[in-house]
């Protein structure tokens, strides 16, 4: 089983500015990797698949890169709607697909 | 667009089964899409628990495998998941999900049920 690992575990950012989110697969994932945002309350909504695809409506300051092992989630001038708690998932090996413990988006 | 509903009972004793369905909506379950459930314990992350075509080809994670049977019913346009043997740590709001056209990831979701595994 791919082990995913996302860093930092809470992340603290004021509205207008960078957020970067960190998730790293133990194992070559290729660019098998989505990411997703879950707000309280709600189902995970997927943001970007193949690592740097967004998904239908996601607004552009959403971005994705990586491959292999290291993959990063930036989303550029924060807005009050993007504190949430966000998930890498891994599709490369399965059974299982597996998810990142998640990072905490807060405001500072 | 599709939609996704899962429904079931909310509670569930120690050692008995958990049964849930998920009602498929604004398309159909005999799409070229891979049918999932995740599972996310109070304040805590994400769980792959299994998923089914409508074949009735079905994968699941290893770690559950022993207690999880998936199904689907083509003529309800649903699919389900029992998990038997449950016992506290099986609490978790259940979400039904569906793939992307064979690529594992989940581009549609119920909103997610709430079971609780208490006597």
């Known amino acids: 089983e791919i082990v995913m690992t996302q860093s930092p575990a809470t992340l603290s950012v004021s509205p207008g500015e960078r957020a970067t989110l960190s998730c790293r697969a133990s194992q070559s994932v290729s660019s098998n990797l989505a990411w997703y945002q879950q707000k309280p309350g709600q189902a995970p909504r997927l943001l970007i698949s193949?690592?740097?695809t967004r998904a239908t409506g996601i607004p552009a300051r959403f971005s994705g890169s990586g491959s292999g092992t290291e993959f990063t989630l930036t989303i550029s001038s924060l807005q009050s709607e993007d504190f949430a708690v966000y998930y890498c998932q891994q599709y490369n090996n399965w059974p299982p697909v597996t998810f990142g413990q998640g990072t905490r988006l807060e405001i500072k | 667009q599709v939609q996704l509903q899962e429904s079931g009972p909310g509670l569930v004793k120690p050692s008995g089964t958990l049964s849930l369905t998920c009602a498929v909506s604004g398309g159909s379950i005999s799409s070229n899409n891979w049918w999932s459930w995740v599972r996310q314990p109070p304040g805590k992350g994400l769980e792959w628990i299994g998923e089914i075509f409508h074949s009735g080809s079905t994968n699941y994670n290893p770690s559950l495998k022993s207690r999880v049977t998936l199904s689907v019913d083509k003529s309800k346009n649903q699919f389900s998941l029992k998990l038997s043997s449950v016992t506290a740590a099986d609490t978790a709001v259940y979400y039904c999900?569906?793939?992307?056209?064979?690529?594992?990831?989940?581009?549609?979701w119920g909103q997610g049920t709430l079971v609780t595994v208490s006597s």
């Open positions: 999900a569906r793939d992307d056209g064979g690529w594992r990831y989940f581009d549609c």
């Open positions: 193949g690592a740097s």
